[in-house]
């Protein structure tokens, strides 16, 4: 498996929190991978940006929550 995400184009694309709040897909995508396998990429920038989307997201729904 790590032989085919060398092999890809996108191996190396590191998405912005932005990028990842705005694609609920990728993001479960990417969070479910970083969560699977925490001590080997839990500091990867993909993982970190995921987590930071993850929790940018709950504080938006969060607040719309409570009418702010």
């Known amino acids: ?3 085919l995400a060398a092999c890809s184009p996108q191996a190396d694309r590191v998405y912005t929190v932005d990028e990842l709040a705005a694609n609920d897909a990728l993001l479960a995508k990417i969070i479910g991978e970083c969560r699977n396998n925490p001590g080997e990429l839990r500091d990867m920038p ?3 940006n995921a987590e930071a989307a993850d929790s940018k997201l709950r ?3 969060m607040r719309k929550s409570l009418g702010g």
Do not use: V
């Open 46 to 48: 993909n993982c970190r």
């Open 59 to 61: 504080l938006e729904r």
């Open 1 to 3: 498996m790590l032989l």
